[in-house]
């Protein structure tokens, strides 16, 4: 799936961008790819609940109005504001409500779910966490 290699391996980007302290970049990092990829996961597992007779809407307005109350809340703290700490748990909720959605679809859709890159990339992003913020100049 397409899709889940973009999320997985484009988090990387905003872990460097973090740990960099580039926040532009880590910000416009994690939306243009790996929450276009959560987006598209979510419009799709909509979609196999009720049978792609809904809409999840243009760029996901009625994602409220059909995901169960537990997974919006976790979507909803999918956003962050510019602080990295925040930014780090955001990437976490996104990546904890990711591999819930992308199982569920791939089982639907016959496809393997990326076990294999969901917990190595997993796994370096805590590792980035833990190294503190390289704030030297870069020429």
């Known amino acids: 799936m397409n899709c889940?290699?973009?999320?997985w391996w484009c988090l990387q980007n905003v872990a460097k961008g973090i740990w960099r302290d580039e926040l532009p970049y880590a910000k416009l990092m994690y939306?243009?790819?790996?929450?276009?990829?959560l987006d598209m996961m979510v419009s799709w597992w909509i979609g196999i609940?009720?049978?792609?007779?809904?809409?999840?809407?243009?760029?996901?307005?009625?994602?409220?109005?059909?995901?169960?109350?537990?997974y919006w809340e976790k979507y909803k703290q999918t956003y962050s504001d510019g602080e990295y700490d925040h930014m780090w748990d955001s990437v976490f909720i996104a990546c904890?409500?990711?591999?819930?959605?992308?199982i569920d679809v791939a089982e639907y859709s016959k496809f393997t779910y990326p076990i294999h890159d969901d917990v190595n990339m997993t796994e370096y992003l805590k590792h980035v966490r833990k190294l503190p913020i390289d704030t030297k100049e870069i020429f």
């Open 31 to 37: 939306v243009h790819t790996p929450r276009a990829s």
């Open 96 to 102: 904890e409500l990711f591999q819930i959605l992308a």
């Open 4 to 7: 889940c290699n973009e999320f």
């Open 49 to 70: 609940q009720h049978n792609y007779q809904v809409s999840s809407g243009k760029m996901g307005k009625y994602f409220k109005r059909y995901l169960p109350e537990l």
